[in-house]
């Protein structure tokens, strides 16, 4: 809740690994007035000293659901947490989570169908009983060729072995939640962004978004 006790206008960005996402939220630290709220990677990296995130890409079949399940709550978290300024801006959300990472789980049988269950089940009693706040999404929108290529040269080291495929596979996905509209719901109105760009021109890219999200003449 903002100080004047009006909900904060709440922005999910979204896109593929390596899209840029974080980039984009430090576009707004410049900004007075907003709340940014990172991914939580580094909690799924350290959760009482075990690297859930590489266990996830070690051996999915045994992780997946662990890791699905601590991503959920940890993104229901930021759901949840008040931001005491008009805007708030978030990386990802319960539903790409659900609709892009669960569900390619599902489809290539990474995780049984029972655990498929219990997790959809998950996500379907908070979507009707806890208020997920979104006004608008930013979809940061890459070619897979361009994000494996930035994937590899940060190297982070637990997606090493992330093969071409699985981004190709995760970009279909974010494209049929977002721009296709293959399940029921989109939270939210979503602005697209061109994020091949490299970081020398994305900035300009970015500014394309400063007067929805803000919501003033910028
Ligand atoms: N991940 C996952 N399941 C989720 C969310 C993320 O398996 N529900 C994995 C994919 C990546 C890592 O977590 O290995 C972080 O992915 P993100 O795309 O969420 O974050 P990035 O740091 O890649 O974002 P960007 O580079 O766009 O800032």
């Given at each position: 809740m903002s100080a004047n006790n009006v909900k904060p206008f709440t922005?999910?960005?979204?896109?593929?690994?390596?899209?840029?996402?974080?980039?984009?939220l430090e576009h707004f630290r410049q900004f007075e007035d907003i709340t940014l709220l990172t991914e939580p990677v580094e909690m799924w990296?350290?959760?009482?000293?075990?690297?859930l995130?590489?266990?996830?890409?070690?051996?999915?079949?045994?992780?997946?659901?662990?890791?699905?399940s601590y991503v959920s709550l940890t993104m229901l978290d930021m759901h949840r947490r008040p931001a005491p300024t008009p805007v708030k801006l978030m990386e990802r959300s319960l539903f790409s989570a659900r609709y892009c990472f669960?569900?390619?789980?599902?489809?290539?049988?990474?995780?049984?169908?029972?655990?498929?269950?219990?997790?959809?089940?998950?996500?379907?009693f908070i979507q009707h009983n806890i208020p997920i706040d979104a006004d608008l999404i930013v979809y940061l929108k890459t070619s897979p060729s361009i994000v494996y290529q930035r994937i590899k040269k940060r190297a982070r080291s637990e997606e090493q072995c992330v093969p071409l495929s699985y981004i190709e596979e995760?970009?279909?996905?974010?494209?049929?939640?977002l721009i296709n509209r293959i399940h029921a719901e989109c939270p939210a109105p979503v602005l697209v962004l061109d994020a091949d760009l490299d970081l020398s021109q994305i900035t300009d890219e970015y500014k394309r978004s400063e007067h929805q999200i803000l919501r003033k003449a910028v």
């Open positions: 922005v999910f960005v979204e896109g593929n690994i390596g899209s840029g996402k974080t980039t984009f990296r350290d959760l009482k000293g075990c690297n995130l590489e266990l996830m890409y070690k051996d999915p079949e045994k992780w997946a659901m662990t890791f699905q669960v569900e390619h789980m599902m489809r290539n049988n990474t995780l049984h169908p029972a655990q498929f269950a219990v997790l959809d089940e998950w996500f379907r995760l970009h279909r996905l974010h494209e049929d939640w």
